[in-house]
């Protein structure tokens, strides 16, 4: 019987996270050396626009570093799909030496395959091993089709791809930025070989066998690199381990550190070109909130606005503001959002707030968009408080059964904090980043330089 060894090398949810880069390129490269037979994978999440290189090449900076590893196929995160914009996601890859694959994700309004991405890829080994990869990434139907995307249920999406892929290959592998849960439900229902995941930061130290299926992965930000090793017989999977390797485990160089700084200041330097007005004195992050809110109201033409304070985590210094100022203060993948809501609801969600501020004042959050510290104080303009307890609506008593539209941040929708406010219609800007809207309300105020 012919046997077979193949070795999988694999990364996610990186986000942008340029500090662990060279360890891991180091590594890739290493391993790549040493095993001939050898496919290398990123899961999704490489790019997060937190970093000022990402930022200011709108990820193309992060492609580059990625050529230098040579994957053999990549899929997409929703960092990738809904924080970029349109015409910069149908660009990302244009300079790229790897495959996407992309599955589930179709172009509006014809519905066709996106021209950066396949819907799968087939591999061979030199022992003549068909591999067949399929890519998965989130289908977040409410905010993808904003920004000219349609995402496919996922179910549906194998059930269609899957026959197509076992008619030409002996191993399926599935590259699934869908997180855990799902992972586990796909396993439970469908014949794949090997799914390695991400999108829930999840960390599968040696792997996780579920009903014959082989779950993998990395974690988040580049701590840890996975590795699975299958053992075939005619073409066909007899075993397979998985494991991963810390990154602080990893060789490290001398001029690491060099590389890092330089990304950093590459970045930073293309970012302050973006000058976007001149203001007259520092702007606290405090006063920051109290800016977004009548930003948020005059972006949407509504009265009423809510955010919190912890979207702001630095002064803006006078003198140059430019993009880099912004981004370093409000670091966040979060969109404006228009609610509807009732005088009803708006009680509610104020009793919701009420219950929960005084924990969520310090509270570290982690994902959902936000890139700071802590969630902060909420705050509002055009809603009030009088000594007797009654609701003012832009400066007319609440009432019970009539409707109100509030400009607030997507992120709290996202969050499990607010019912009210999962539950409530939206609309949210998905092509404008927090930053860009204050971007464009300081330099209506300051008038560009």
């Known amino acids: 019987m012919a046997s077979e060894t193949i070795h999988l090398l694999h990364t996610n949810d990186v986000h942008s996270h340029l500090e662990n880069w060279p360890r891991i390129q180091r590594f890739l490269l290493d391993q790549q050396a040493q095993d001939v037979q ?49 015409e910069a996601m149908a660009t990302l890859y244009e300079q790229a030496n790897f495959d996407v694959v992309v599955s589930n ?45 349609q995402p496919e249920p996922v179910d549906a999406t194998i059930d269609r791809l ?4 076992q008619a030409q290959a002996d191993v399926v592998i599935l590259l699934s ?20 995941g991400a ?32 053992t075939l017989e005619n073409h066909q999977v007899t075993a397979q381990t ?3 390797t810390p990154t602080y485990e990893m060789a490290e160089a001398d001029d690491d550190f060099q590389m890092i700084h330089g990304w950093l200041q590459t970045g930073k330097t293309l970012l302050k070109k ?46 140059v503001l430019s993009d880099y100022e912004l981004l370093e203060s409000m670091p966040h993948a979060i969109n404006p959002m228009l609610m509807t809501l009732t005088g009803a609801d708006i009680v509610q969600m104020l009793s919701e707030i009420t219950d929960q501020q005084a924990r969520l004042a310090t509270l570290a959050i982690k994902g959902s968009g936000f890139r700071g510290k802590a969630f902060g104080y909420l705050r509002f303009n055009g809603l009030d408080h009088d000594a007797k307890g009654q609701i003012w609506l832009a400066g007319e ?33 998905q092509s404008l980043l927090l930053r860009e809207l204050m971007a464009q309300y300081y330099r209506t105020k300051y008038q560009k330089v």
């Not at 930025?177 to 390695?196: F, R, S």
């Not at 999840?202 to 779950?215: D, F, Q, R």
């Not at 930000?221 to 699975?228: A, K, L, Q």
């Open 38 to 86: 050898c496919l290398t994978f990123d899961i999704g999440d490489a790019i997060d626009r937190l970093h000022p290189l990402t930022d200011a090449t709108m990820g193309k900076g992060n492609v580059a570093l990625m050529n230098a590893v040579h994957y053999d196929a990549v899929t997409i995160g929703n960092n990738e799909g809904l924080v970029l914009p349109h």
């Open 242 to 244: 998985a494991r991963v």
């Open 162 to 165: 899957l026959p197509v892929l």
């Open 199 to 230: 999108h829930t930061h999840h960390l599968l130290e040696h792997g996780k066998m579920v009903n014959g299926t082989l779950l993998a992965a990395a974690g988040r930000y580049g701590n840890h690199v996975g590795e699975i090793i299958l």
């Open 177 to 196: 930025h869908l997180g855990l849960p799902t992972d586990e439900e796909l396993a439970e229902k469908y014949p794949i070989d090997v799914i390695i």
């Open 105 to 149: 994700l179709k172009t509006l309004p014809d519905l066709t395959q996106p021209a950066w991405a396949k819907p799968y890829k087939i591999l061979t080994t030199t022992q003549g091993t068909r591999i067949g990869v399929l890519g998965l990434t989130a289908p977040y139907t409410l905010t993808y089709p904003a920004l000219g995307w």
């Open 274 to 319: 973006q000058v976007i007005t001149q203001i007259p004195r520092d702007i606290s992050a405090d006063e920051q909130s109290y800016d977004a809110l009548r930003a948020l109201k005059a972006y949407f033409g509504v009265s009423i606005a809510m955010v919190s304070t912890g979207m702001f985590v630095d002064d803006l210094p006078a003198g």
């Open 397 to 429: 008593k609440l009432v019970l059964d009539q409707t109100y539209q509030i400009a607030t941040l997507d992120h709290y929708k996202w969050l499990p904090f607010f019912p009210v406010i999962q539950q409530a219609p939206v609309d949210i800007a």
